[in-house]
C-alpha cells in the first residue's frame, strides 16, 4: 500500500540529475540557452524568440496564490500504523485491519503569517494529515491546540481579518501581538478559552516533532451496524510535548526563521524519524448529554480524566518530499475528505469549514482538477462523470458522462452501502430555521480557568508573561482595557497582573469563575523525556583534550543527542572531528544544551554570551572549565539547578539535563 502511493508519485517525477539535453515544453532541443534572440549581437530582441518568452512566461507565473490561512508549513510522508482493529466503532477499512500500513502525506503549518514568514513565532500551528486509505483520502486537518478562537464558521473571515496583519500597514507579521487582534478577542467572549492556550507556551512549540495533534472537533465514527459514536481525535508526540521560551522563540526567528523546517528535514535525512500515536476520546450517543459542556462545542475539550484517550495506532514521518512546491505547496486538505465509517457532527465550526476547504483550493490550485494533482489523488481508482475543466489531466474515454445512461450500461454507477459505497449518518434533526447560538455554548470562561488551573506554576507566569507582552504591543487603551475586563471574567490573578504590566484599567469587581476543576493532562511538565535528537552546542574556548572531547561526544552519539562543535573558525580536530560552527554562525537560540570547554583563562565574549543564552533560557549547561575565574565574567551562577561540571560529574549526568530540557528553579 505503502509503495502503491510511492509508485504513483515516482511515475510523475523527473529526475533533473539524469544526463538530459535541455528542451522546450513542446520536447524541440535548443542549442543555446544563455543569449536571447537578437538581431544583431548589441541589437534589441526579437518578438520571434519562442524559448525565450515560453521561459519567461513560466517564470511569469511560478508563483500561486499562498493560502489565507496557513500559508506557511512544511510538509513529510510517512506511514500510518493501526495497533489494534476498531471494528466495534468504525466500519473504516484502514482503522480495521491491522495488517494494512496506510501512507499518509502531512503538513505542519503556522497560521497568521506568510509563506516567507518565521517558524517561531507565538501562534496556533496546523497539524494536517491526508491518509491515502484504500476506500479514498481521508484527511484529519487539525491542529496543535484543542479549541478554537470562535464557535460558527460564519466569523471566521472576521476573525481572520483580525488576527492577519492589519490592512494599513499590513503590520506585524506571524504575531498576534495588535490591536485587531486583541480588540476581536476584548468583543468577543468565546475566543476566552482559546487565548488562554495560544498565550500558553503551546504556541511557542520547540519542535513540530515534539507537539500534539487534535481534530479540534467532535467527529462521529459510524461501524457496520450503523451504530455511531462521537470521537474527539489526538496525536501524541513519542517525544514528548516541549516548547520554547518567549525570548529564545524570538531570537530563533531571526537567527532561523526556518528553524521548525529545518529540524523536521533533518531529523528524517538522519533516519530519526519522527513519531505520534493516534489517540480517540470517545462518547457514546446516549451520553451527549452527559457533561458540563456541549459536546459540539469547538471551543471546548473533553478532559482526558472523564473521557480517556484510547491509543489506536502510530504516525511515522519517514520521507521527506522531493519538490516543496508540487507537494506541499499543491497539497490540499479538507475536512470533507471522509471515507466509509468517519461522519460529521453538527458542530457549526465544521460543519462551514465542510464548505471552505474545496473553495479555496479553486482559487489556490486553479480549478477544480486539483485532485489529480500527484500529491492529492487517491491511492485507490475513482470515476465519476465529472469532465473538462481548467488543467483536466485524464483522458475519458467513451460516448457517456451523465448518469444514469443506457448506452454505457449506467457506469460509472453508484455502489451500494454493503460493498463500500458511502452514506451520511442518518441522524435525526428536527428544529426551526434560525441563525442563533445554542445556550449550551455560552460558557465561554470555565474551561478557560480549567485550563490555568491545570498549569505549573511557571507555566501559569509564562501564560501572563505573554498576556503581558502582547497587550503590551497594543495601542489602544479601550482595548487593552477590554482584553483585561476579559480576563477579570477568567481569574482575577491574571487581571491583577497583566493591567498592571501594561497600565490598563482593573475592573472594580472580581468577576472571575469559580472554579477549581484540573485536568492535570493539560500541563506538559510531566511529558515525556527523553534526550534523543536534542542538540548540544559544544564550545571550545582554546584547544580542547581531544581524547576527551572524542569520549564525549561518543557518549552524546551512543544517546543519541546531536551535536554541533562550535569555535572561533572553522577547522577539522585531529582530523576526526569537524568544527561544523563558529560562533557567528551558531546561536545559543538554536541549542537545546550547551557544553563549555575553556583551556584559556579569557572567556572569549561570544562564548560568554553563548552560555548566559543558555542559562538565562533554563537549559543544561555543561562546563569544563580550568579556570573558574573566567566564569565569573559571566552572569552563569555555577550553584544553579541545571549546570553540570564536567570535572565533578559524568557526561552522563549531563545527558541526563540534557532529557530534562529546562531547570525552572533556576535564578535567572
Ligand atoms: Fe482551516 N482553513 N478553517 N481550520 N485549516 C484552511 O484551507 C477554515 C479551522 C486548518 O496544511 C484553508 O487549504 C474555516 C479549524 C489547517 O494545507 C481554508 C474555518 C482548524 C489548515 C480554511 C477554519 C483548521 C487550514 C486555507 C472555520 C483545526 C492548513 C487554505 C470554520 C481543526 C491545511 C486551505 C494545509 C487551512 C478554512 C477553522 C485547521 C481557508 C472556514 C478549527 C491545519 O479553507
Known amino acids: 500500500m505503502e509503495n502503491k502511493k510511492i509508485e504513483q508519485l515516482k511515475k510523475y517525477t523527473i529526475d533533473n540529475e539524469q544526463q538530459a539535453g535541455l528542451t522546450t515544453n513542446q520536447g524541440l532541443k535548443m542549442a543555446e540557452d544563455e543569449f536571447s534572440l537578437k538581431a544583431g549581437l548589441r541589437g534589441p530582441t526579437l518578438m520571434e524568440d519562442f524559448h525565450f518568452r515560453e ?38 477499512d484502514f482503522l480495521n485491519d491491522t495488517n494494512k500500513t496506510t501512507p499518509v502525506f502531512v503538513r505542519f503549518s503556522t497560521v497568521q503569517g506568510s509563506r516567507g514568514s518565521s517558524d517561531t513565532v507565538r501562534d496556533v500551528r496546523g497539524f494536517a494529515v491526508k491518509f491515502y486509505t484504500d476506500e479514498g483520502n481521508y484527511d484529519l486537518v487539525g491542529n496543535n491546540i484543542p479549541v478554537f478562537f470562535i464557535q460558527d464558521a460564519i466569523k ?33 467572549h ?33 461501524n457496520k451496524e450503523g451504530r455511531a459514536h462521537f470521537v474527539k481525535f489526538h496525536w501524541k508526540p513519542k517525544l514528548g510535548i516541549h516548547s520554547q521560551v518567549w525570548d529564545e522563540a524570538q531570537k530563533a526567528a531571526g537567527k532561523n526563521p526556518d528553524f521548525h523546517r529545518q529540524d523536521l528535514y533533518e531529523a528524517i535525512e538522519k533516519g530519526d524519524y519522527p513519531e505520534w500515536e493516534l489517540g480517540l476520546q470517545i462518547i457514546s450517543e446516549e451520553d451527549e448529554f452527559a457533561f458540563d459542556f456541549d459536546i459540539l462545542d469547538p471551543t471546548k475539550i473533553w478532559p482526558e480524566e472523564e473521557v480517556p484517550v484510547k491509543i489506536v495506532g502510530k504516525l511515522t514521518l519517514n520521507r521527506n518530499v522531493d519538490n516543496f512546491f508540487a507537494e506541499t505547496e499543491q497539497v490540499a486538505f479538507h475536512p470533507g475528505h471522509v471515507v466509509p465509517g468517519i461522519d460529521f457532527s453538527n458542530d457549526p465550526l465544521l460543519q462551514g469549514r ?11 490550485l486553479g480549478g477544480p482538477n486539483f485532485h489529480q494533482i500527484p500529491i492529492n489523488k487517491p491511492v485507490c481508482p475513482f470515476h465519476n462523470n465529472q469532465r473538462d475543466g481548467m488543467h483536466q489531466m485524464t483522458i475519458h474515454q467513451g460516448q457517456t458522462s451523465y448518469h444514469k445512461n443506457g448506452l454505457n450500461n449506467n457506469q460509472p454507477e453508484p455502489v451500494p452501502v454493503d460493498q463500500g459505497g458511502y452514506e451520511h449518518y442518518q441522524e435525526k434533526v428536527d428544529g426551526g430555521k434560525i441563525r442563533g447560538r445554542s445556550e449550551s455554548f455560552l460558557d465561554f470562561y470555565s474551561q478557560a480557568k480549567l485550563f490555568y488551573n491545570s498549569l505549573t506554576p511557571f507555566e501559569q507566569q509564562h501564560v501572563r508573561d505573554a498576556f503581558s507582552f502582547e497587550l503590551g504591543k497594543c495601542k489602544s487603551e479601550a482595548v487593552k482595557n477590554n482584553a483585561v475586563e476579559l480576563l477579570n471574567r477568567i481569574d482575577r490573578s491574571i487581571a491583577e497582573e497583566v493591567a498592571n504590566n501594561i497600565g490598563a484599567v482593573l475592573p472594580k469587581d472580581n468577576l472571575e469563575v469559580k472554579s477549581a476543576n484540573k485536568s492535570p493532562a493539560l500541563s506538559m511538565a510531566t511529558t515525556v523525556k527523553k534526550p534523543d535528537t536534542r542538540c548540544v552546542a559544544i564550545l571550545l574556548n582554546g584547544e580542547p583534550d581531544n581524547a576527551q572531547l572524542l569520549q564525549w561526544v561518543q557518549a552524546l552519539a551512543a544517546n543519541k543527542v546531536n551535536f ?13 572531528l569537524k568544527v ?23 572567556l572569549e565574549n561570544k562564548a560568554i554570551e553563548f552560555i548566559e543564552m543558555t542559562f538565562n533560557h533554563f537549559k543544561p549547561l555543561g562546563i569544563s572549565v580550568s579556570d573558574y575565574a573566567a566564569l565569573e565574567k559571566s552572569r552563569v551562577t555555577i550553584n544553579e539547578p541545571g549546570i553540570f561540571d564536567l570535572t565533578k560529574v559524568t557526561i552522563n549526568n549531563f545527558v541526563t539535563g540534557v532529557a530534562e530540557a529546562r531547570f525552572w528553579s533556576r535564578t535567572v
Open 190 to 222: 468565546e475566543t476566552a478559552h482559546m487565548v488562554m492556550w495560544a498565550m500558553s507556551d503551546r504556541a511557542i512549540p520547540r519542535s513540530l516533532r515534539m507537539m500534539e495533534g487534535f481534530g479540534v472537533h467532535t467527529f462521529r465514527l459510524v
Open 354 to 364: 465542510l464548505f471552505s476547504y474545496t473553495d479555496t483550493q479553486l482559487s489556490r
Open 156 to 188: 471566521f473571515p472576521d476573525f481572520v481579518h483580525a488576527v492577519k496583519p492589519e490592512p494599513h500597514n499590513e503590520i506585524p507579521q506571524g504575531a498576534s501581538a495588535h490591536d485587531t487582534f486583541w480588540d476581536f478577542v476584548g468583543q468577543n
Open 580 to 602: 561544523t560552527d563558529t560562533y557567528d554562525t551558531a546561536d545559543a537560540s538554536l541549542f537545546d544544551a550547551a557544553l563549555l570547554i575553556s583551556t584559556n583563562g579569557k
Open 55 to 92: 521561459k519567461m512566461t513560466h517564470f511569469d507565473h511560478e508563483r500561486i496564490p499562498e493560502r489565507i490561512v496557513h500559508a506557511r508549513g512544511v510538509g513529510a510522508h510517512g506511514v500510518f500504523q493501526l495497533y489494534e482493529s476498531l471494528e466495534e466503532y468504525t466500519k473504516a
Open 564 to 576: 554541533s562543535i562550535v569555535d572561533k573558525n572553522l577547522h577539522t580536530i585531529d582530523g576526526e
